[in-house]
């Protein structure tokens, strides 16, 4: 059709310009042939104009109705888009104001169509008002009629928080006026929150949900910048849980879950708008103190010491637990976050060993004892590798005729640089730096082996701590003792204090199971100090009780000591079992545990701790002269 448009040009002029020459040249004149001439020249122009401009008009006509076509496949394909994908379309004009609102727009919406016209897109979709929405951002760069891409904004739609992505671009007319915005926006509500929840596991504990390691770092290091600047103060309160590792190897780590949300939960209560919480590992809390007085602190921790006196009831019963806390403040005492957390770390190991459930202020004079423990720690070490301990050896003696029935082997350490050390503090240095297993395998082994190559045939008694006891393979390091040293089984006593017995009850009696089945003897040492619960004695079957020395110390004085004495071997005796008391140091303790009954008698009055071998032993000849002619060292 477009064809014909030039043809029919070209038959009109072709007509007018026949028409015209042939008036002309019935004139025939001069003058009318030029103008015939003229006639036919400018005809010939109109042609070629008219060939022009029709193929510019064709050309023209075609493109629009490509552009149009096309236009008409891409509404097509974008309403096809919107359909079946989770984004959509959005377009307004120079005002700002909506263009286009498709189904789609107005479903993620949740407005009607009707509902949109006239409103500017921020106008229409802005129903947050919370700070960093997003939506101050978009309406920026709009205003400045700059493009933008997946910028994040805050919606609420159907009561619900939805977080959406748009992407924008501005367009211009031919005389670059600004004509409106075209872009297209999606949901990313899921992505979002799945960016939330990376977040927040990044910043607090997933068991408690209180802030953890890391976001204490940060909110700690803010702190003590502005503290460096204005001179506030900051202190950190390092907390440790006392008794909770025992319950949680004793009831499992699902209890002791529980135990430490409900610890979490009394701690948040408490710390509320006035530190911030963290729980930085295992059973250990820390809590930022920020701007406060020394008072005001020390009354915080107060309160959460005193908040665990009060049980906490879990599924499967009712725990108590305790609080040790240390405390360092800056920037008095550190100016950075490893020298505070690390002041803080040196007064809680104070506070547990000064007794627990206190909180205590760290000091100089506290640095110092940790360097010197760290330093006795490297000293054990040396002394474990190049053979540096020694045992000593006590005689345990009969009540009755002070004859020597066996001996306690004792550990003893002579630093060549530090000197003499007392195992009351080197023994919980050798716990906590993990030394004390090896140390109780070569007691055990040298005890045998001393006992064994005695000429008395007495038995030896041997300490076992409860780490040691709890350690794999005791009863296999028990055996290769006794075979090593061809020491009688029956001849080895070893004692365990009641520590041991709080543990997994069942793991404890089988370990004293498979110990008696070998035939040694088994000792319930320092009785009395600890639960004695009489529920041990009835479960576990002990040779002999140890009677403390606490108790004998105030036998002199009569009253409760006496009678708990008493009541121990009225115990023991019904229940079979042997009873030693230990401490004795003076003759009238020694005939007043005689007289009440006692079995055997431990003591400096017998005899000091000797070394090298029990050969040298040698009983005390004043003791009992009335009650038998000669005094003597006898085998069991």
């Not at 309406?139 to 700059?146: F, G, L, P, T």
């Not at 739609?157 to 748009?166: A, D, H, I, K």
């Not at 872009?183 to 068991?207: C, F, M, N, P, Q």
């Amino acid at each position: 059709m477009l064809a014909t448009v030039p043809l029919a040009g070209l038959a009109w002029v072709v007509t007018i310009w026949c028409g015209s020459v042939f008036q002309i040249m019935q004139i025939g004149k001069g003058p009318m042939v030029e103008l015939a001439s003229l006639l036919s020249a400018y005809s010939f122009m109109v042609v070629v104009c008219i060939l022009a401009v029709s193929r510019v008009f064709v050309a023209r006509v075609i493109t629009e109705r490509e552009l149009e076509h096309r236009g008409q496949v891409i509404g097509l394909l974008l309403n096809e888009f919107e359909e079946s994908a989770s984004d959509w379309l959005w377009e307004t004009d120079s005002a700002g104001n909506l263009k286009r609102t498709s189904a789609r727009f107005c479903e993620v919406c949740g407005r009607a169509p009707e509902d949109l016209q006239g409103y500017g897109l921020i106008d229409a979709l802005q129903t947050s008002a919370e700070q960093g929405d997003g939506w101050d951002e978009v309406r920026k760069v709009m205003n400045a009629c700059q493009p933008f891409r997946d910028m994040p904004v805050l919606t609420i739609v159907n009561g619900e928080r939805r977080w959406w992505s748009l992407t924008g671009r501005p367009y211009f007319d031919r005389a670059c006026k600004f004509t409106g915005y075209r872009g297209v926006g999606s949901d990313i509500t899921d992505a979002r929150r799945a960016h939330d929840l990376v977040k927040y596991l990044a910043e607090h504990d997933a068991l408690t949900g209180v802030g953890n390691r890391n976001w204490l770092l940060g909110r700690a290091g803010e702190s003590l910048e502005n503290a460096l600047a204005d001179g506030s103060n900051v202190s950190l309160l390092m907390v440790d849980l006392d008794n909770f590792k025992a319950i949680n190897d004793m009831r499992g780590h699902p209890v002791g879950d529980e135990i430490l949300n409900l610890v979490a939960q009394r701690f948040s209560e408490i710390c509320a708008g006035r530190a911030d919480l963290a729980r930085i590992g295992g059973d250990e809390f820390a809590i930022l103190h920020v701007g406060q007085s020394r008072q005001n602190t020390e009354a915080l921790a107060s309160e959460l010491i005193n908040s665990l006196k009060a049980p906490l009831l879990t599924d499967s019963g009712s725990y108590t637990v305790g609080a040790t806390i240390g405390i360092a403040c800056a920037p008095r005492q550190a100016d950075t976050i490893d020298d505070l957390m690390r002041c803080a770390d040196i007064a809680l190991y104070k506070a547990k060993r000064s007794g627990r459930g206190q909180a205590l202020y760290f000091e100089a004079e506290m640095d110092r004892e940790q360097r010197e423990r760290r330093e006795m720690e490297a000293a054990l070490r040396r002394a474990v590798e190049k053979g540096g301990l020694t045992l000593a050896f006590q005689p345990i003696v009969s009540a009755q005729t002070g004859h020597i029935q066996s001996c306690e082997a004792l550990l003893r350490w002579n630093d060549p640089f530090i000197g003499p050390v007392s195992p009351a503090v080197f023994v919980p240095i050798a716990e906590e730096a993990g030394l004390i297993v090896p140390i109780g395998e070569w007691v055990l082994r040298e005890a045998c082996k001393r006992a064994a190559g005695s000429k008395h045939e007495i038995s030896i008694a041997v300490n076992l701590s409860p780490l040691q006891f709890a350690a794999a393979g005791l009863v296999d390091a028990v055996k290769w003792a006794l075979e090593e040293s061809g020491l009688p089984a029956q001849r080895l006593i070893l004692e365990i204090t009641e520590s041991v017995l709080i543990q997994d009850a069942g793991s404890t009696a089988e370990i004293l199971s498979q110990l008696k089945a070998l035939g040694v003897r088994i000792a319930l040492d320092d009785f009395g100090t600890g639960y004695s619960s009489l529920s041990y004695l009835r479960h576990y079957h002990f040779d002999k009780i140890k009677i403390d020395k606490s108790f004998v110390s105030e036998l002199g004085d009569g009253g409760e000591s006496m009678a708990i004495i008493s009541a121990v071997i009225i115990l023991a005796r019904s229940l079979k079992m042997e009873v030693t008391a230990e401490g004795v140091e003076t003759e009238e303790q020694a005939n007043q545990l005689r007289l009440m009954g006692c079995g055997s008698l431990q003591g400096y009055y017998f005899g000091l701790p000797v070394e090298n071998c029990p050969d040298t032993l040698v009983p005390r000849p004043d003791y009992g002269a009335s009650r038998a002619g000669s005094r003597k060292i006898v085998t069991q």
